[in-house]
T-cell receptor
Framework: DQQVKQNSPSLSVQEGRISILNCDYT??????FLWYKKYPAEGPTFLIS?????DKNEDGRFTVFLNKSAKHLSLHIVPSQPGDSAVYFC?????????????FGSGTQLTVLP | GAVVSQHPSRVICKSGTSVKIECRSL??????MFWYRQFPKQSLMLMAT?????????EQGVEKDKFLINHASLTLSTLTVTSAHPEDSSFYIC?????????????FGPGTRLTVL
């Protein structure tokens, strides 16, 4: 049972346009959400996070939106750059959990075309 | 800041041998480190949670006698794949959560590519 789902395995966007990556979750106990970027044969790099007390968090070109009622979050990248091409994973966590483990989605391969 | 290293970056071994992978937090202390495994084009699957000074907590389906985890200090955790078989070939990634981290960010190492012949 996948608790965190990224239904789009891939996304192609033209340079300069907006990239929107989506993520859905089923566990209502999740209260902290993160996005990671990963290149092949490397570990994931933390991008941005959001607590469930917020519905939006912005950091430069990256904005994460959280819709708790829909159990949905999205990552917006604008403007998209060729260097943004990578696999993007969303992850979710329960803050009150002792280990605060992350549950990852399956990832979305973003390709930004020059 | 928040750099995590892994060693080795890739290893090729014969079936039946044991392989040790080290995970170090270079500029912060971490009471909790995590070990993940990633198959090609799949997500990161949590294998175990490693706590400094105590036994690791393994996820369902992960053999603790096969994947030995030692978290000897606040900056070092090791994963030993014992009696490796070709099906253990995978990309192993560790992560660490800083000691004073209020939220749940984990910082990941660069990963270790294990190939068992």
């Amino acid at each position: 049972d996948q608790q965190v789902k990224q239904n789009s395995p891939s996304l192609s966007v033209q340079e300069g346009r907006i990239s929107i990556l989506n993520c859905d979750y089923t566990n209502s106990m999740f209260d902290y959400f993160l996005w990671y970027k990963k290149y092949p044969a490397e570990g994931p790099t933390f991008l941005i996070s959001i607590s469930s007390i917020k519905d939006k968090n912005e950091d430069g070109r990256f904005t994460v939106f959280l819709n708790k009622s829909a159990k949905h979050l999205s990552l917006h990248i604008v403007p998209s750059q060729p260097g943004d091409s990578a696999v993007y994973f969303c992850a979710a966590s329960v803050s009150s959990g002792s280990a605060r483990q992350l549950t990852f989605g399956s990832g979305t391969q973003l390709t930004v075309l020059p | 800041g928040a750099v995590v290293s892994q060693h080795p970056s890739r290893v090729i071994c014969k079936s039946g041998t044991s392989v040790k992978i080290e995970c170090r937090s270079l500029d912060f202390q971490a009471t909790t480190m995590f070990w993940y495994r990633q198959f090609p084009k799949q997500s990161l699957m949590l294998m175990a949670t490693s706590n400094e000074g105590s036994k690791a907590t393994y996820e369902q389906g992960v053999e603790k006698d096969k994947f030995l985890i030692n978290h000897a200090s606040l900056t070092l955790s090791t994963l030993t794949v014992t009696s490796a078989h070709p099906e253990d070939s995978s990309f192993y990634i560790c992560s660490a959560r800083p000691l004073m981290e209020v939220y749940n960010e984990q910082f990941f190492g660069p990963g270790t590519r294990l190939t068992v012949l």
